[in-house]
């Protein structure tokens, strides 16, 4: 693998699946394999999970990862071609990604959308100059406009739900994703990937629900079935999938926080008790109940534990591609 | 040890100290403890000591301790059961604790009280929720109420002192802990912790002044003698612990500021040659003053210094019961 | 060597530039040299490539650094002798230092000036008590007057550009320094240091050209040919250096902000097909043009990848010194 920005750097989805769950079973199989390897991580925004499970990831295959909070460590970044710099940024892309791709032989990125320009967010131009200027392989830790370390993670959780249920085994099973109400704009990342991953994977029936306004780009959708009914894509859902985010359309607007839309035990009867997923952080009781977070269908734990499985998993396939 | 949260989780004191005077002599001893061991550091409080003494500690024992700042690299925890989390919470502690109890396999914890609300600082209730949810041991980088890190660095030093001094060998050491002023409402935590170590080692004759009001909770002082002629109880001290407490009863307040309280050489006069202890940062010519600190008496550095053996005692003591 | 805060540290300047380019061929040469050795990174200013190279090369030589952000993480220090501590600052140099000199065998600070008070800057208060009190080797990452790793790796990187340019090997190179504008009052350190180094290391004409008013201190020029015409300066150069400073005489003050300062090719086309560099962060075309960075002859990013090596080759000097 040459990078991790998206499903498409990946040729097989169920090898780098595999290759995790060797980890979780085995931490330190590979802890040669990354000796004297630098990586970076690198964060524009705040980060909990993504940051501690890399960093859990690269000392498990050897590496002394370097963390650098750019927002909070460093100073405002030009990512603008020709800018005359006399106003509050500091330093052109141009000239920073040379050089960390000098300092690390992996560099980890993480940045959010502005959620105002949409042109902007989707052309994906920070993570792209810095693959374009780094000349080191670049992951992505969350992007403008996609999160395939969480992706890869939601894919290791449903197949390993699927191994310990038999009845899921011997079926196409059903996974929705479902829009949730939030106080606040947040980006399309996760639910993007997602999409663009179930698609990539193709082992499962692909349904999106969300009230209308909410449509995802078909970038990443095509070959989900849409549903602005809830309650109709819930039926015989082996996954449910629960997630926020702002309208892609009326480009990083809140449309709806109609309460209905959050996900609690009367409606997951309606599936075929269908296992709960978030990728965290979550508000309690806004966009998932605590009935649903504290009951015995939710994965949200294991999902973010294997965090960490889904990040070695990358970073191993990197350094073996770089030894080649 | 399964945990170190106060005085109550150790069952013998003098051997915890042993521990650490053996790594002090050779920081390196047990390098291979920690192997594979994965630490995580997370402070919802500043820190300059306890976080560069604890990451020392846990690298001498081969671990590669992960920091996070969760109140600058994070965002605002939820710690109510059952919250409707539509405001400036973002995540609930049931919901990152146990993650982080599977990112790693020691949870180190700083959390500060409010100092606003009495019942709530003295349940404990933030390190105890990580206690609860996180599911692998938790040790306390300082709570709302005690600093027990600190406490058992105090105690190696007060050891450390008598082995170098005959004279304190043959008698009962008389140990005072005296309040000392303060611009601002400071927690009760190093005092509490203080006083709790002193009554559960029981080596010393333990004696405790300040202004009325400054009251301590009975719940750790108990066995304590209680003055508040600070002139008498520094009589033939062989340690005075020089520390500032806000109020317990009127909770938080600050009801003096008399600069009388402030030890000197003259004050020093009364002891049996006391060595002046403070656990830093201090104000300096406020809360004690520059004679003391840099005149022959203070241990302020050693037992600063002292951090590290500490830490590396109850870190390796946990490792230890978890090989078991 | 014992430290690491100007040139007047290094008695041959050669022997480090050789032992670094060693490190360049061969990064894991002595990756035993720092093993146990405990090496804390000081920030009481921002960084990013100090800090990244300076981390990389200590885990290159076999050690974990620790970095520690006193302006984010910490709290303010007091330098002044019998201070009484009743305002801002938290803690007094002379109680934090000797506890980092407890903890670390190497400490490395970065601190700017506060461009105020010219006398208070140049008298280097703040690392030299960080000197006076930590009691182990302090190395400079740049401090209120230097920049000594900057310079290092500037030597650094002309010597690599002679070795690869047959012409150059034949002449004394002619080495400009020129003042460029810029919109911020910015500190005297790199360009106080370059000076210091290129007299110290006595191997090229050295001539400092600038605006009247931005005359730097003869202290560190002193041997330099000093001119106000930059083109005339520029005439023949084989490297010409191109930085902002504020006014040292009218302290701290921007006296100009005339764009005919900017370095463009048609200046270039003066020199003698000059090499053009800068230590980062550069603001492009207010203190360098587009073409010139991203021209054939600019080695920006040369010099600053070449950071690793000068701090690996000064941390292994300290290292080898500390084993005699």
Redesign the interface.
């Known amino acids: 693998m040459k990078q991790f920005i998206s499903a498409n750097d990946v040729t097989n989805i169920n090898a780098l699946v595999s290759k995790a769950l060797a980890y979780k079973a085995n931490?330190?199989l590979d802890?040669q394999l990354g000796a004297?390897k630098?990586i970076?991580l690198l964060?524009l925004n705040?980060?909990?999970?993504t940051?501690?499970?890399t960093?859990?990831a690269a000392?498990n295959l050897g590496m002394?990862p370097?963390v650098?909070?750019v927002d909070?460590?460093?100073?405002a970044l030009?990512f603008t071609e020709?800018?005359?710099?006399?106003g509050t940024t500091?330093?052109?892309i141009?000239?920073?990604a040379?050089?960390?791709g000098?300092?690390?032989d992996i560099l980890c990125i993480r940045t959010f959308p502005g959620l105002v320009n949409q042109q902007d967010d989707y052309s994906e131009k920070i993570i792209n100059q810095f693959i374009q200027y780094a000349g080191v392989p670049v992951v992505s830790l969350e992007s403008a406009t996609l999160h395939p370390l969480q992706s890869l993670t939601d894919i290791i959780t449903i197949q390993e739900s699927i191994a310990l249920n038999s009845a899921l085994q011997s079926k196409r099973p059903k996974v929705v994703l479902t829009w949730a109400p939030h106080?606040k704009s947040i980006p399309q990342c996760v639910s993007n990937s997602f999409s663009q991953w179930m698609n990539a994977w193709g082992e499962a029936d692909f349904v999106i629900t969300h009230p209308v306004g909410y449509e995802l780009s078909t970038e990443f959708t095509k070959g989900a079935i849409i549903a602005h009914q809830q309650d109709e894509a819930l039926k015989d859902a082996d996954f449910v999938y629960v997630k926020n985010w702002s309208s892609y359309e009326q480009y990083g607007q809140v449309l709806c926080k109609d309460e209905q839309w959050m996900l609690n035990n009367k409606k997951l009867a309606l599936t075929n008790d269908a296992k709960v997923m978030h990728c965290?952080?979550?508000?309690?009781?806004?966009e998932l109940s605590?009935e649903i977070?504290?009951g015995p269908n939710s994965l949200?734990?294991k999902q973010?534990?294997n965090r960490?499985w889904a990040a070695q998993s990358v970073l191993a396939s990197i350094l073996e591609a770089q030894k080649k």
Do not use: C
């Open positions: 931490p330190f802890k004297n630098r970076g964060f705040p980060s909990l999970r940051r501690l499970s960093q859990v000392q002394e370097i650098f909070n909070k460590e460093g100073w030009e020709g800018a005359i710099m006399n500091v330093e052109h141009k000239d920073a040379p050089i960390l000098n300092y690390f106080i965290l952080p979550v508000r309690r009781n806004v605590d977070l504290d949200v734990t973010a534990s960490v």
